[in-house]
């Protein structure tokens, strides 16, 4: 008995080392890519993570979070294919020949929490595979300085509001369909509680035109009054 588990013990450690060697060799040959995640991640800890990026690059954790809802629904390992981007960089931006076939497809993907667009983004965010792109705090913190920049970039527009839309529609892309993500995610927000007040009444006074039904969940969320312009000449007296 005791010879048995010791041999099962020994076979164990020598599949794990010859695992290990694999992976090493491959890694090293730049055959594959071995990347070591974190898995099972509660939402409550992706989303700490998220606050936590969003305050090193001077964001309301709201910004990225929204994002990160609409992406992905939190997902780490969520991934899309884009034939768009294929199509549009296979030539100037290819795949390295010794990738496989899997990994050519995810090279021309959009991955993660944050579904950063691996083509368009390795070089910003210092990425050299997309797996890497697995790893949460890789994706989160891609993400977050995406949308930092864009909106350190367009600081001359006045109204946060409209910098949110401009860099929102920027992270999808451009057109109709990027307008509409926009949209999607500016209200989106009110799933989150919003603390930069000033943040908040520009985003309620964007929204009311657009979905009333937001405005007043913002309302009951946050607890807030919306002032409303009283026309009928008694509140004016008033």
């Known amino acids: 008995k005791q010879a048995s588990i010791y041999t099962n013990k020994v076979e164990e450690y020598v599949g794990i080392k010859v695992i290990e060697t694999k992976d090493f060799l491959g890694d090293t040959l730049g055959i594959v890519k071995v990347v070591t995640v974190e898995t099972n991640i509660p939402d409550e800890d ?20 929204a994002v990160a809802d609409k992406e992905s629904k939190m997902d780490q390992f969520r991934w899309r294919y884009e034939q768009v981007w294929y199509d549009e960089f296979h030539e100037t931006k290819p795949a390295p020949n010794h990738y496989n076939a899997e990994e050519k497809k995810m090279y021309y993907s959009s991955i993660g929490i944050m579904q950063i667009s691996y083509p368009i983004w390795k070089d910003f965010c210092g990425v050299n595979h997309p797996m890497e792109l697995f790893n949460i705090d890789t994706n989160i913190k891609c993400g977050v300085r995406i949308l930092a920049d864009c909106l350190h970039n367009n600081r001359t527009v006045v109204r946060n509001a409209d910098r949110l839309r401009i860099c929102y529609t920027a992270y999808n892309g451009s057109g109709a369909k990027a307008v509409q993500y926009a949209s999607d995610v500016v209200s989106m927000l009110v799933n989150y509680t919003i603390e930069d007040k000033a943040l908040l009444s520009e985003m309620v006074q964007t929204l009311k035109a657009e979905d009333k039904k937001a405005v007043e969940q913002i309302k009951a969320d946050q607890n807030i009054e919306i002032e409303k312009k009283k026309v009928d000449k008694w509140a004016k007296i008033l």
């Open 46 to 65: 992706i989303k700490i993570k998220i606050e936590k990026y969003a305050t090193n690059f001077g964001l309301n954790k709201i910004v990225p979070m």
